[in-house]
């Protein structure tokens, strides 16, 4: 399953010109993102603005250390309950 990345929004709100590409990718598709960033809940609304049919977010505390736990037994798990068609994250998450 793809993981796709792009910047932060913007302060506005607004997606980053690098979230376009993600936009088209996403749009009508089954979604599962995560970030682990200060600020998580702005991430969340950039994807809510991306046109996922269905989408899913799972916050890890900023600057997390990711273990193979994270991604097999959170992540991929999740992805597989929902059915995701992709994962997305943050550029400073990965």
Known sequence: MPIL??????ESGS???GM???HRD???KKVLAFAGIAK???FEKTVRTL???TSRFVSFPDHHIYKEGDIRETLESRAAGLSADLILTT????
């Open 51 to 53: 046109g996922a049919s």
């Open 91 to 94: 550029e400073k998450t990965l």
């Open 5 to 10: 990345h792009g910047p932060p929004q913007t």
């Open 40 to 42: 998580p809940m702005s």
């Open 26 to 28: 996403s749009r009508g």
């Open 15 to 17: 997606p980053r010109r």
């Open 20 to 22: 376009r590409s993600i």
